[in-house]
C-alpha cells in the first residue's frame, strides 16, 4: 500500500473547506544549520532523522509526526503563502527540501534523493 493511500484518510481530517490533496510523501526531519544541530531538543521538526509524513495540499504543507505505531499526528501546517523559498539541499546519499518562510523558520526533510524533484514541483506551482 503506498503512503498517499494509507494515509489519505487521516489527513482529510485535518483539511480546511475546500481544501484538496496533492500528495502525500514518507520521510524524515532533518536540521537546517549548525546551531539546530547542537540544540535538537528546540523541536522536533528540527531534530535528526526523526520520522515524518508530509502531506501536500492546494492551500498548505501539512507535516506530520509518524509514530512508532505507525499513527501519524498532525505537528504543523504551513500555508502557501507564508514559504518564501523551496529548494533542493540533497546530501550525498539522500534528497532532501528545505523550506524557509516569511519569519525566516527554515525546515528540512529528507526524502529518497528521486521524489525530491516531484516533490518541489508540488510545492512551487
Known amino acids: ?59 498548505r504543507l501539512l507535516v506530520y509526526k509518524l509514530q512508532i505505531n505507525l499513527d501519524i499526528q498532525l505537528a504543523i501546517g504551513i500555508h502557501r503563502f507564508d514559504i518564501t523559498e523551496c529548494k533542493e539541499a540533497n546530501g550525498l546519499l539522500n534528497g532532501a527540501v528545505q523550506i524557509t518562510l516569511k519569519d525566516n523558520q527554515s525546515f528540512k526533510f529528507v526524502f529518497k534523493k528521486e521524489l525530491v524533484p516531484t516533490i518541489l514541483k508540488e510545492i512551487n506551482k
Open 1 to 59: 500500500m503506498s503512503i498517499a493511500v494509507k494515509y489519505q484518510e487521516r489527513v482529510k481530517q485535518d483539511l480546511e473547506l475546500n481544501e484538496q490533496i496533492i500528495d502525500v510523501f514518507a520521510g524524515r526531519t532533518a536540521p537546517t544549520n549548525w546551531v539546530m544541530k547542537l540544540l535538537p531538543e528546540i523541536s522536533w521538526l528540527t531534530k535528526e532523522n526523526m520520522p515524518m509524513v508530509l502531506a501536500i495540499t492546494d492551500q
